[in-house]
């Protein structure tokens, strides 16, 4: 049980990632929004590949289940020939994007500036964003996890200061995406107290109203308790939120 007085609503993101991009994902989003109707107190979006984002959002319409991308470009428009806008996203239905996640950072050359520059876009154009955050295996055996976490959070926090609450963190230690390796409940909520603390250097409104969600192999028999977890205010779900009952599971562990 949350202290009182922890006024955040809780979120829990489906990050789709490269899964799901046909009638499975059609199939999947129409089966979380009808375990998500009866569940309330609780956020839920899903993050579906962009081949079937606008048809998603445009099906989820008048539920209770908000679309996100997982990733855009960070210019209105242009010769920019691959690449999606945060405009074009809002008109395709989205209301979230998912920004800095770590396979970007790590396959795609995305670094804190250009993270930065994207949340920028995002919260420009009504977007709101979810950047992700989060520590090698090697930096935290090296002790260096708040200050590889304090690094990437000091690159974007000003810009989510502009409008305290409209954007969330998510902190996805690498070490436990896709592995079966879990932070525990006192591993997560210490990072997550600090990046709350990071944030009350800044503004202390910014840092009640973030939303600071937890991300790597959550799943249903974990989560209640990364979730009861005093600034864990909802989970970044990859693999389990590819199956219904596995995701409509965590969220109802949410509230
Ligand atoms: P898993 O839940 O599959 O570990 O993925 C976490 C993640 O990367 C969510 O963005």
Redesign the pocket.
Known sequence: MKAVGTQRTPLIAG?WKMYMGGRAGHELARGVAERAKGVGGVDVVVAPPLTVLAAIAHELEGSRVQVSAQNLYPKDEGAFTGEVSAPMLLEAGCKWVIIG?SERRQYFGETDASVAEKVAAAQKAGLRPIV?VGELLPEREAGKTLEVVYRQVDAFSRILGDQPGFGVIAY?PVW???TGKVAGPEQAQEVHAAIRQRLTGQSAELASATRVLY????KPDNAAGLLACQDVDGA?????SLKVADFAAIIEAAV
């Not at 991300?215 to 959550?218: A, E, L, P, Q, R």
Request: with cysteine; charged share 5%; hydrophobic share 40%.
């Open positions: 990050n996640h992700c996805e436990a995406i896709g991300g790597g192999s959550v970044l779900v990859g693999g389990a």
